[in-house]
């Protein structure tokens, strides 16, 4: 059975022929690996990344015209794959030997559209991190699981190709992209397996990603809105979900909301969870806000004073 291995890269050369080694040494031999280059024509990037390529006989090389950002980068090489089913690798990590044989075999043996897997995790200089369950564990059994308390990192994620392109896909987001993607998945089939095994390793890498984190809240926003829409239409209950965005925006936005806006969001969390320790977390957070957005104020009138 035909996989692809969907890997969009931009700005890591070193890592990016890392990720291509670990893909090139997989046992699994019926597969498509589908680079896709974010660089931008011309650029030395571009170049380099090329010649990595070049007479390699199971690699498929993409280049893409203007930087497309990481979902639309995938995206577009998921448009151009030929594998039935479709995974993804992050051009700073790296595949165990086995992913490929082991993941499409579960599958198989299972009869599912999508499976996700575990992975480890190690830091800049190499070194392995011991995280909780929840940074390396998958948590994907259903969509309801997923919506309330998912974890799916790209590499994690194999599926049918039918599946993805019935779906919504991924979508244009500076965050969250692989979340919203299997939150699309999901809608279209929770025929969905989780493999307890980690086949992949993440590397924490500084640096320039594929796709810039500039506008966060937009991120939050696309991912929150998708999530009420799905709540919604498979008859979910909305509001512990949204208790949990809005404590979510108030902690992590306080210098990029409006006076206006952030009052309505603290004013919507009391009226969803009318309880003392509500009214304190939310009087902390209305404080800390304060301080934050009139801290130039008072450095300005400090300096005014001096002068």
């Known amino acids: 059975m035909n996989v692809s291995i ?13 990720a291509l080694n670990s893909l090139l040494a997989q046992t699994y031999d019926n597969l ?14 571009q170049i380099l990344i ?7 006989p199971r690699v498929r090389y993409l280049p893409v015209v203007e930087n497309l950002g990481g979902s639309l980068a995938r995206d577009y090489g998921i448009q151009h794959c030929t594998g039935r089913y479709i995974t993804f690798l ?6 165990r ?23 480890d995790m190690v830091n800049e200089a190499g070194a392995e991190h011991y995280f909780q369950d929840w940074h390396t564990k998958a948590v994907a059994s259903s969509l309801h699981e997923f919506l309330f308390h998912g974890v799916a990192f790209t590499p994690m994620i194999m599926m049918k190709k039918s599946v993805y392109l019935a779906s919504d896909g991924f979508v244009k987001t ?9 939150l699309n998945a999901l809608h279209v089939s929770q025929n969905i397996g989780v493999l307890r095994k980690p086949l992949f390793t993440h590397h924490q890498t500084p640096g320039t990603r594929i796709s810039g984190t500039a506008n966060k809240l937009e ?3 696309i991912r929150y809105a998708l999530e009420k829409k799905l709540c919604i239409m498979h008859g979910f209950d909305f509001k512990p979900l949204r208790e949990n965005q809005l404590r979510t925006l108030l902690a992590l936005f306080k210098d990029r909301l409006g006076l206006c ?18 009214i304190r977390w939310v009087a902390k957070s209305l404080i800390d806000y304060l301080r934050i957005r009139t801290r130039p104020l008072r450095s300005w009138i400090r300096q005014a004073i001096g002068a």
């Open 174 to 182: 500076p965050l969250f992209q692989d979340h919203i993607m299997m």
């Open 50 to 56: 090329a010649s990595m390529c070049d007479n390699l």
């Open 32 to 45: 498509e690996i589908v680079v896709v280059d974010d660089n931008g024509l011309g650029t030395d990037t």
């Open 219 to 221: 991120g939050y926003r």
């Open 261 to 278: 806006h952030y009052s309505q969001l603290c004013i919507e969390l009391l009226w969803l969870k009318k309880n003392g320790q509500t």
């Open 97 to 119: 030997p086995d992913k490929v044989s082991q993941q499409l075999s579960y599958m198989v043996n299972h009869n599912l559209d999508i499976c996700v897997c575990d992975m």
């Open 6 to 18: 969907i890997l969009p890269t931009y700005n890591r050369v070193r890592e990016f022929q890392r």
């Open 90 to 95: 992050d051009d700073d990590d790296v595949y």
